[in-house]
């Protein structure tokens, strides 16, 4: 062999080693790439596969609720009173808004006039999340729409949605009676008592709005949709649509609801008109009120203490929650029992020279100079305290508590209104328990004027009142003439409901009932003057409520320094006299004198009514 042929297969047997060795290197590179692939594959898609499989589902479809819209609230004659209105609300979906920091900066530019809400908002509410959005911001305006919409594309996870907001359309008409919303708190969530409601949803807090909340809020829907990367929707698969509301249409008189409201204007107090044949409220005023929009967004903690601090507690519904002493309203109670008792007759007669002594003690008339010789017609009509300081000393508490109660007062009405309060009528025994005192005789001389510890609502009297004049039939106030479902289908009527019948005979009340048409049409008549009509036969009956005693009222009047040591003024009325349509209850606190504060208030709303001038009676145009 030569030597250049021993040297050609030495570095050809070289090469090959080599080449053997690289190719061997490159082989195990390849199998351990796999070997780590199929393990990850393995961990991906064996280990981890549950997880991931709902992650990329969750990435792709989702299902989303569909909140219902909460029904209508119209006034008796179909005015629309309450409506919704498209509000604009921005959510996140944590899981969807990466990378999270960025995307809140980015947010805070382009909405920087509630950026530290927001930041506050997604901390506090991140965690745990996942894919369920974060409500940010109701209710965000168009002016803050519209950069969010621009810039959707770098804002991840961000989502406007379009719901039916609450609009009161007459901001703090009827606020009392029709109520507002409030966003539901976790104990109600957790409670179970808020069927088909979740968190950021708003339920009724207060009046119609709560009383009929399970009518008017709905059942929600759904609809399963398609996302892209950034949890922005780009297909609706499925729909299921949400039940809407149902409309309630009201008793109220949206006219006469105004003009009620209108004259409470700069008054503290409360003005109840009603039907006395069904017991329907016509309008139900309580002044000061408040603004229902306002709760809509959430109020703030600053607003609500000057709300609840506010001494005129314009929270209240005085019409319902308020209780005074009904003053010479309640002589009317007095005179039943009386004559019921059989203790005075229509010509039985007490000389009033102004005063009643009793013991060492002089219970004054309000008429100084007296009323001189008067029957329980003319005590009426003319309020006099004397005769009635008679009557009272003769019946005995007792016995006028049996039919002070059987007349409806110190009891709840059972009006469909929250927190409603029973008033008071005392008995001995009350006095008994609640002060470890004795009943007094002279005490019975103050509770048959009103005064005293005896307690009402403006809507007691209104329901007694209503009593008397349709013949002695207590009905229920009712504040729901109807609730249909969107297409029209009835689902409830307010039917009237009786709850009692007084306690007096025809030839007793028709003996009330000419006391209290001369209240308003006799010479004498403590309403004569201010509410007298000469087309409109009106009765009633006059009241000033002492909440002092006379000495410190007239020390306080000479001084002119303290509003609230003034009497309350009172005035409880119906028309006509004969086949009433109308019942109205005025109570203004510290107004002095019922006649001349709480008459003409009466009187308008009655006069009006009746003429036409709102609603749709037709009592003038048969005449």
């Known amino acids: 062999m030569t030597p250049s042929k021993n040297l050609h297969e030495f570095f050809y047997n070289v090469d090959n080693d080599w080449y053997k060795k690289r190719l061997f290197g490159i082989m195990i590179a390849i199998f351990v790439a796999f070997g780590i692939l199929s393990a990850r594959l393995f961990y991906l898609q064996i280990i981890q596969g549950d997880h991931y499989f709902k992650m990329s589902k969750n990435n792709c479809i989702r299902i989303q609720r569909v909140k219902p819209v909460r029904g209508l609230i119209f006034d008796r004659n179909g005015k629309l009173l309450v409506e919704n209105r498209p509000s604009f609300d921005l959510s996140i979906i944590p899981c969807d808004a990466k990378p999270l920091k960025q995307t809140i900066d980015n947010l805070s530019v382009y909405v920087p006039e509630f950026a530290d809400e927001i930041v506050e908002k997604i901390t506090k509410n991140k965690i745990g999340y996942g894919y369920r959005p974060v409500v940010l911001k109701k209710d965000i305006g168009r002016d803050a729409l519209a950069p969010i919409s621009a810039h959707r594309f770098e804002l991840p996870g961000i989502v406007i949605d379009t719901n039916a907001r609450r609009n009161y359309i007459y901001d703090a008409l009827s606020s009392h009676l029709i109520g507002y919303l409030g966003e539901i708190n976790a104990g109600e969530l957790k409670s179970g008592i808020c069927k088909y409601k979740e968190g950021g949803d708003f339920i009724g807090r ?190 005995g508490v007792d016995r006028l508590a049996w039919y002070a109660t059987n007349c409806g007062l110190g009891s709840k009405t059972g009006i469909n209104l929250d927190r409603e309060s029973g008033g008071l009528i005392p008995t001995a025994a009350w006095k008994k328990k609640r002060f470890g005192i004795s009943w007094q005789g002279g005490e019975n001389l103050s509770i048959a004027i009103g005064q005293g510890y005896n307690l009402v609502t403006p809507l007691q009297l209104a329901v007694l ?159």
């Open 206 to 395: 207060y009046g119609v709005e709560k009383a009929y909340d399970r009518y008017l809020s709905g059942i929600p829907g759904g609809r399963i949709v398609q996302v892209n990367a950034n949890g922005q929707v780009v297909k609706v698969l499925d729909t299921v649509a949400p039940e809407p509301g149902h409309n309630i249409t009201l008793t109220i008189d949206f006219n006469l609801q105004s003009l009620a409201e209108a004259q409470l204007q700069d008054k503290v107090g409360a003005v109840v008109a009603i039907d006395p044949s069904t017991g329907g409220i016509l309008a139900m005023a309580s002044s000061p009120t408040f603004n229902q929009n306002n709760f809509i967004n959430g109020i703030s903690s600053d607003q609500w203490h000057r709300l609840v601090s506010d001494p005129n507690r314009p929270m209240m519904n005085k019409a319902v929650q308020g209780v005074y002493p009904p003053a010479s309203t309640y002589k009317i109670v007095t005179a039943i029992a009386a004559l019921e008792e059989g203790l005075i007759d229509e010509n039985t007669t007490y000389y009033c020279p102004g005063s009643y002594q009793y013991g060492n003690r002089v219970f004054g008339c309000w008429k100084k100079q007296g009323h001189g010789k008067v029957n329980v017609v003319e005590a009426l009509a003319q309020s006099c305290d004397v005769f009635f300081y008679h009557v009272g000393k003769k019946l």
């Open 465 to 623: 009142f209503g009593a008397v004049a349709n013949g002695g039939t207590e009905f229920k106030p009712q504040i729901i003439r109807s609730i249909q479902t969107v297409e029209g289908r009835i689902v409830k009527i307010g039917n009237k409901e009786i709850i009692g019948r007084l306690p007096v005979s025809r030839d007793t009340l028709n003996l009330v009932r000419k006391g209290l048409r001369e209240v308003v049409h006799g010479k004498h008549g403590t309403a004569h003057w201010y509410v007298y009509d000469k087309e409109i036969d009106i009765s009633g009956k006059t009241g000033t409520a002492q909440v002092v005693s006379k000495k410190t009222e007239k020390d306080n009047q000479n001084k002119k320094n303290n509003v609230s040591y003034e009497s309350h003024a009172w005035f409880v009325g119906y028309a006509p006299t004969e086949n009433p349509e109308i019942v109205v209850s005025v109570m203004v606190e510290h107004g002095m004198h019922g006649s001349s504060a709480a008459g003409p208030i009466a009187k308008e709303m009655i006069v009006s009514y009746l003429r036409g001038m709102v609603g749709n009676s037709t009592v003038m145009a048969e005449k």
